[in-house]
């Protein structure tokens, strides 16, 4: 179950909207509509269930092309934020498939925590360097998010990938 709430922003731009998530435990702002997609993967350690929530946005004048929120639940005692040993590796070989699945080059990536969970945050050019992925992922207990933003690489410094992921909120704080 998901809804969408009127909200402010401060920078007076009505278009925007608070999402909800209530099974994901999320809330962000999104300048659109957000679809959801589901997909299953089969992986050493079970079936995985990606959901994805995005926002496409195809006007010529939008400062990003696609705003997502992807989660999904690993089995219990695969991976928990607690293990810091565990959740390094995994954040490494995470942002590896990421720049193999988009066939794109990695410009950065850091820590960036969440509260008090462990994340990561990294750009990746791809499309022969004309577009760029930004994510911010977090991995809060055995549930990990991604938070990304899809634009032109000319446009990948913008104000709406800023507000997008700095409302990403979890609501289960």
């Known amino acids: 179950a998901f809804f969408l709430v009127p909200f402010l922003l401060v920078s007076?731009?009505?278009s925007w909207e608070e999402f909800k998530s209530y099974e994901g435990k999320f809330r962000v702002l999104v300048p659109g509509e957000m679809q959801m997609n589901e997909r299953v993967i089969?992986?050493?350690i079970g079936e995985i269930k990606y959901i994805t929530y995005y926002y496409q946005d195809e006007s010529r004048e939008a400062e990003n092309a696609m705003y997502m929120v992807t989660y999904c639940d690993y089995p219990e005692y695969t991976i928990?934020?607690?293990?810091t040993e565990l959740t390094l590796d995994f954040f490494e070989n995470t942002i590896e498939a990421a720049v193999e699945s988009v066939a794109g080059d990695?410009?950065?990536a850091d820590?960036?925590?969440?509260?008090e969970y462990p994340g990561r945050h990294w750009r990746?050019?791809?499309r022969a360097g004309h577009a760029t992925l930004k994510t911010r992922a977090f991995l809060v207990n055995?549930?990990?998010?991604?938070?990304?933003t899809a634009t032109e690489r000319g446009r990948s410094m913008n104000k709406a990938t800023d507000t997008f992921f700095e409302s990403f909120a979890l609501l289960i704080e």
């Open 80 to 83: 928990h934020s607690d293990s």
């Open 111 to 115: 820590e960036l925590n969440y509260k």
């Open 12 to 14: 007076g731009d009505p």
């Open 42 to 44: 089969h992986t050493d």
């Open 142 to 148: 055995n549930r990990f998010y991604t938070v990304q």
């Open 106 to 108: 990695l410009r950065y």
């Open 124 to 126: 990746i050019d791809y």
